[in-house]
Nanobody
Framework: QVQLVESGGGLVQPGGSLRLSCAAS????????MGWYRQTPGKERELVAA???????NYADSVKGRFTISRDNAKNTVYLQMNSLKPEDTAVYYC?????????WGKGTLVTVSS
């Protein structure tokens, strides 16, 4: 079983920065991919960023150039560095981890970008 613990959400001003962290724990051999989704009421859940265990990354067009995803394989932790935040980035951010055919989810952390 894999549990995901997220941290780093909160309230920030437009143009500010925030770093989200998600640590995987439990009994497992390895994790393949990790990443972040976000969701705002009334909108589809959006894949924000993903990273493979080999370090390949993918980003939503809306966050390219502003967000950076990284991972520490030794700690089974994925990070999302968010810079130049905009009000439209406001959402609940969900961490995920994939191991083989199973997808695990965090409980979500709220990011609010407002002045």
């Amino acid at each position: 079983q894999v549990q995901l613990v997220e941290s780093g959400g909160g309230l920030v001003q437009p143009g500010g920065s925030l770093r989200l962290s998600c640590a995987a724990s439990g009994s497992f051999f390895s994790i393949n991919d990790m990443g972040w989704y976000r969701q705002t009421p009334g909108k589809e859940r959006e894949l924000v960023a993903a990273i493979t265990n080999g370090g390949n990354t993918n980003y939503a067009d809306s966050v390219k150039g502003r967000f950076t995803i990284s991972r520490d394989n030794a700690k089974n932790t994925v990070y999302l560095q968010m810079n130049s935040l905009k009000p439209e980035d406001t959402a609940v951010y969900y961490c995920y981890a994939r191991r083989d055919f199973v997808r695990y989810w965090g409980k979500g952390t709220l990011v609010t970008v407002s002045s």
